[in-house]
């Protein structure tokens, strides 16, 4: 099965697909293969040094992540097209990974872990979504606690995405973050049984 992991900033993420790959499942990274597309020889970054210029490139000749964000930071139309070079890039990645990930076992769990999985339309190429979900209160708690926010810069945050109540609505299976770890986990054994994965 392929399913499509998703949910919202501090939701817990992370942590559920580490419990389902130490039950054996593959991981496919979004955010991983976002910083692959952009190393140096990539086409993807070849692309982005067409469009905004040699100022994007450290000496080294590596993607100079803080001069790219000033450059669309406020700029709708260069963020789209930054985006429009980069989701391409990222998704033939991930999904040369699943390809080769499903011949070697068609049976086995590939996770697709994508925070912007409903935002950037990718849910119904996956078999299945789950969403890790956490209310927003929590949230808001956790992002202050882990990142040294404000409140108010942590609902900001949140408030950028799509709402997590939306997204639970629209799973097809939903991990409830909000208590212990415990919890967590008997929410993730419970779905590799109901699986029926090995």
């Not at 790219?68 to 980069?86: P, Q």
């Not at 040369?96 to 076992?105: F, P």
């Not at 040294?148 to 639970?168: C, F, N, S």
Request: proline share 4%; aromatic share 4%.
């Amino acid at each position: 099965m392929k399913l499509g992991l998703t949910g919202g900033i501090a939701c817990g993420k992370s942590t559920v697909s580490a419990m389902l790959v130490s039950r054996g499942a593959k991981l496919v990274d979004a955010d991983q293969a976002a910083r692959e597309v952009v190393l140096p020889g990539e086409p993807a970054l070849a692309a982005i040094v067409a469009e905004f210029g040699q100022a994007v490139l450290n000496a080294d000749g590596t993607m100079n992540r803080s001069e790219v964000g000033k450059l669309v930071f406020n700029d709708r139309e260069r963020l789209s097209k930054l985006e429009a070079i980069l989701h391409p890039a990222i998704r033939n990645r991930m999904w040369t990974q699943i390809r080769a990930h499903e011949a070697e076992d068609p049976k086995q769990l590939i996770i697709a872990d994508i925070p912007l999985l409903y935002e950037t339309g990718q849910a119904d190429l996956y078999d299945a979504v789950m969403v890790v979900y956490a209310p927003r209160t929590a949230q808001a708690e956790r992002l202050v606690a882990r990142n040294g926010l404000t409140r108010e810069e942590a609902e900001r945050r949140i408030a950028l995405q799509m709402d997590i109540e939306e997204k639970r609505r629209l799973a097809d299976f939903v991990i409830d973050n909000s208590g212990t770890l415990d919890d967590t986990r008997r929410q993730v054994d419970l779905f590799w049984q109901e699986q029926g994965l090995p």
